[in-house]
T-cell receptor
């Protein structure tokens, strides 16, 4: 079974440009999450989709970040325009539906490393 | 509000020695607790989780952790370190019943010396 896959694995862009990160969750996983780790900081929650709906987007830093999950399959996270402080690793994760009440096993991808110069 | 503190951003042990990675949490409700590991150039992998069943939780690769409510701790241990254990380890907490909003600690890098 394929795991959570993310693309691109690495991206270097200039300040002011746009970058779109893609995440393909494990097949059948309705829950999809985005997390971010800025250099030297802890991993922080960005948002949570249940199928195509945003369940919780309390961690999105500002309106330069836009996440979508059309059709409830893969998701994209767009940063527009990118700023220097957006540099970091963006992790996508997914889990089965209905696991929340029993303690989630959340499966993470390898991350997308974003460097804004 | 929930929070997680991992004591020590870097821990170094000799091969064969005990591994002890410390994690303390703060939560106003019964928590779920997790340890994740990130090997170089890989994603986060679940080592083990506590979900209010047994307080001593056994995970993969010989790791285990004990939930101690009185100490608000969930320390990760392994009796004998192996070179392949070198990685970054993350403790995380979520609210009971929550569907995946994890709060992570700062991470601890484990170095294993030959």
């Amino acid at each position: 079974e394929a795991g959570v896959t993310q693309f691109p694995s690495h991206s270097v862009i200039e300040k002011g440009q746009t970058v779109t990160l893609r995440c393909d969750p494990i097949s059948g996983h309705d829950n999809l999450y985005w997390y971010r780790r800025v250099m030297g900081k802890e991993i922080k929650f960005l948002l949570h989709f249940v199928k195509e709906s945003k369940q919780d987007e309390s961690g999105m830093p500002n309106n330069r970040f836009l996440a979508e999950r059309t059709g409830g399959t893969y998701s994209t996270l767009k940063v527009q325009p990118a700023e220097l402080e957006d540099s970091g690793v963006y992790f996508c994760a997914s889990s089965h539906p209905g696991q929340g009440s029993s303690g989630n096993t959340i499966y993470f991808g390898e991350g997308s490393w974003l460097t804004v110069v | 509000a929930q929070s997680v503190t991992q004591l020590g951003s870097h821990v170094s042990v000799s091969e064969g020695a005990l591994v002890l990675l410390r994690c303390n949490y703060s939560s106003s409700v019964p928590p779920y607790l997790f340890w994740y590991v990130q090997y170089p150039n890989q994603g986060l992998q679940l080592l083990l989780k506590y979900t209010s069943a047994a307080t001593l939780v056994k995970g993969i690769n010989g790791f285990e952790a004990e939930f101690k409510k009185s100490e608000t701790s969930f320390h990760l241990t392994k009796p004998s370190a192996h070179m392949s254990d070198a990685a970054e380890y993350f403790c995380a907490v979520s609210k009971t019943g929550n569907t995946g909003k994890l709060i992570f600690g700062q991470g601890t890098t484990l170095q294993v010396k030959p």
